[in-house]
């Protein structure tokens, strides 16, 4: 029997402006929070008897969900049965990663298969500490322009954290890494590069900045593949075809449609120069594990409470009570919502996790500087389709992170290699990716010091450039002279719910776990909401859309999701928001405004130049 | 300014925040105060010992995430002090900040570290000794033995805050001052991190403006 229908939460939950003794009335706009928001009130001393919400799982998404739920005003309980924050989006030391590995191989688990770690004998000789690593599950970028970048500021999140920038991004083509031509300025003076084709990237980056305005360049091209598009409409060259797919695009095989593909090309080129010449960021320390600690400090902060190592063991949506693993019990008003590594015992609402991503992670002995940008500390490399030995049909994409990201102890650099090619096949690619990584890392690092002219390259404005192409050009005249120590590999398989999609569409994040009144009888986990695990992507592109969506879900709407306004008397970082937008800003909402793919809010795209 | 991560540990109720709280808003009309929304609070500290010195706090509460021993990696990292705090009627307290001091010890390494053990509600004892259940001289002994700071306070009466903070900061700013002298022959070129909160906007090598 159906209930006439309840307020949603948005109507009966006042937000914390409300509450606040500080603040007048709401007036639609932004919520001003008090100075010493956090600080102010002693927290209650007991365990909650009763909140609104309920979270299991600390991972990114359920992270930033907690943190836009606490200060919306709801009361949140966020509990992860690791001993650690993170779940599916942990950064991990080496020795929590081998606890990890013997829980995936022991439990049930159907989110992660096939773990397999190997820890070189060098690590056990006291050379490296387990603590100097942060190795991440599923490690992501940023990009400069994105809504996760505007939520970071907005929440203040970014303060907890440190980001660096990354602008190499290789494509690994016949053997050998040529590195991106990726700015106005590079393609001009790339002396490769012939001067018709100088012209066409030209032209092609002009258009692609407008694409969604100018329909009638790539309507008859909305079906077909970009690639096509690409060499009949620009007369593109095959190198720059890929490169633009694969390593500007970074997008998964060469069957990528054409409106997708200029959003994902479009992406890169608007982060680009937003902080400086660079399209992306990572933070120091970890990625997505990182961050997901800095959304649950700041959902603390506006009072969610917290445990870890802690599960639960079922609830009840008729007398809407949630049991835990410690024997603790809690009333929920509002939701309980699950990540699916963290459901509890007899479940049967998990939804099928279908989609696969592979995953291969070394800790070597090289510092990799030879393919980051002078001053930088990581890169991506990424390896087309059929340009591997093992006749990879989808991309291997890898992301290079040195010692002065915090990671890994000098000397060293992580290898995060990814596909979503399954079974098999998956593994051979990742293997193959792995071997050609090694062969040049060897042949660059091995290299004479008389024959280092002409890698480091010093342009007019005394900006140097290494040049990989020069580096990796003499492939097979080199012989391998040692083997790379490989400190820690691990390869495992996930899964997910999400496909590995081109455009972020807040569908395929729609995971309706319990569709109405139909409750499995016996189930522990009727009624829960369950999150989807990371995709495949290697930006955060994902993280906001999926934690809105649920925001959504959970509140009824999502006019407050991260609605605040830190009072600020800081001219630091105040900032005046309205006046760093300029016609220029405008013109770009416009476009976002305009285009099918855009799928966030406008909101977003004014506050993304802040 | 030379700014220092400050962090606040201790048994829930022992009244961290409220010693922070005391000492933000006693210097208020007397330095500059301002908190950076809910990140953390800062606090500027003008060094009695040091003349023309003024040094920047940035303190980071627990938020109530070590109710549950549920403190992130993240709170511990690159802290340059951290406040030890139990509650002098509390018996037991002690014990507990003994347990957060060799938490901090193992998670940060005390080379880098200023740790500050405090003995709060001082004031509870003023009139009645006997409430007081944590002898002071247990207490300094063992803040000597671990070669912490100590002090007793009242966060209530802000007797002895002030003191603290005086204290700790003098500390981090003679261990900063030593550090750089010592590393400035061979400077690393260390990568700059980027400000999220500044975008740049007129490069010259722009692909897209």
Redesign the interface.
Known sequence: MQAERRKSMAERRPSTLNRSSFSAERTGSAQV?P??????D??P?STPEKVDVVLVGTGLVESILAAALSWQGSSVLQIDANS??GDTSATLTIDQLNQWVQEVNRGQSKCYDNAKLHISGLMGRGSYKSRDFGIDLSPKILF?KSDL?SI??KS?????L????LSSFHTYENDSFERLT????EIFTNPSLPLMTKRNLMKF?KFV?DWTNQPEIWDAYKDKPVASFLVEKFKLERAQVYELIFSIGLCYNIDVKTPEALQRIRRY??S??????FPV?YS??GGPG?LS??F???A????A??????SMISYNPDSRIAVFSDGSKVSVTEKVVIAPTQCPKNSGNVPEQKYEVQRLTCVVDKTCSEWFTE???AAVVVFPPDSLKSGNRQAVQVLIMGS?SDVCPAGTSVWYLSTTESGVRGEMDLDAALGALEESIMRESSADPENDQGILEVDNQGHMTLNSVKLGQSFKEHSQREKLQVLVKLYFKQFTSTPPFEVVDPSIFDVDGAPNGKLIPGASDNGVIYTALPSAEISYDEAITAARLLFQKIVGSDDDFFDLD?????DD?Q?DESAVIDD?DVEKMNMNLGSEMSVEPVEFAGEM?? | MLQFKLVLLGDSSVGKSSIVHRFVKDSFDEFRESTIGAAFLSQTLKLEKHEDVTIKFEIWDTAGQERYKSLAPMYYRNANAALVVYDVTQPGSLVKAQSWVDELKHKVGDQDLVICLVGNKLDLCEDNDTVRQVDMGDAQIYAQEQKLLFHEVSAKTGAGVAQIFQEIGEKVYERKATESAASTAHQSRKPLNVELQRPSTNDSTSCCV
């Open positions: 929070v100075h010493l928001a956090g600080i102010e002693p927290l001393n650690y924050y400069a970048l970071l500021l203040r999140v970014h303060q907890y440190e980001f660096q920038s990726n700015t106005k300025q980056i900045l080129l608007t680009f120069d937003v902080y400086g010449p960021l120091k320390y990182e600690q800095g649950c400090r700041s603390a902060v506006a009072g409470t917290y445990k870890l190592n802690e001053g930088e500390n002065g830190f009072e600020d008397q800081d970082v900032m220029d130049e802040i």
